[in-house]
């Protein structure tokens, strides 16, 4: 009996063996996987030895400067200039003055761009101390008398010369109000009258004058080149 049972046992097993040919194949992927874990073990126990040596470097394209464009050379900010030292400093180095020169900054000087020198107006000219003012005193069939209103704002005396003109007219007489006499004498289409002693200062003289065959309205009247006021 005991011999019996241990055939049947092993003919069991084979008979499964056989019978299921999946639980071989199993077995060998078990055995190769094992295996490969092994292996992969191994190599990493190798690596850092043979990783610890770089490698050469990829290639690199060469790298050419851009040209420079007229934007970006205009907003290049100034270099710094090298110190004795042989460091970069962004403040300018300091020029030293040349013995023999000055160091005051030149004066400028007028240039053509519109800038004006400033050139005072002369002084007005002072107006006559003697001065004249005409009016018409009396008018006739054949002529009139005039007058000329003779003044001295200095405060001093003062002589004077007046001179009248009318167109196509003819001087009959000429005299002095109330004071002493002068001195006239006919011009064409006019007269002129001379002073005679000097007028005080502030006071004031009537020429007065009868005139024939002109208008009442002198062509010019003038007392020390002074026009009159008419």
Do not use: K
């Amino acid at each position: 009996m005991p011999g019996t049972r241990r055939t049947s046992i092993r003919s069991y097993g084979t008979t499964a063996i056989a019978s299921s040919p999946w639980i071989v194949v199993s077995v060998g992927v078990v055995v190769m996987v094992v295996l490969l874990a092994i292996a992969l073990g191994t190599y990493r126990g190798r690596g850092p030895a043979f990783d610890a040596q770089p490698g050469p470097p990829p290639p690199t394209a060469a790298l050419a400067d851009p040209a420079p464009s007229a934007t970006s050379s205009a907003t290049r900010s100034p270099q710094a200039s090298p110190t004795p030292s042989g460091r970069a400093t962004g403040r300018p180095t300091p020029q030293r003055p040349t013995p023999g020169r000055s160091s005051r900054p030149p004066s400028p000087t007028p240039s053509g761009s519109g800038d004006a020198l400033l050139v005072e107006p002369p002084p007005p000219s002072a107006a006559p101390s003697v001065s004249g003012r005409y009016r018409v005193v009396a008018s006739y069939a054949t002529g009139f008398v005039g007058e000329v209103l003779v003044s001295n704002a200095s405060s001093t005396g003062r002589g004077w010369t007046a001179r009248l003109t009318f167109p196509g007219g003819r001087l009959d007489s000429a005299w002095v109000e109330g004071a002493a006499q002068g001195t006239a004498r006919r011009i064409d289409d006019g007269f002129t009258y001379h002073s005679g002693p000097d007028l005080p200062g502030g006071a004031s003289a009537a020429l007065r004058f009868y005139v024939q065959g002109a208008q009442s309205r002198p062509a010019s009247c003038t007392v020390d080149n002074g026009a009159c006021r008419l």
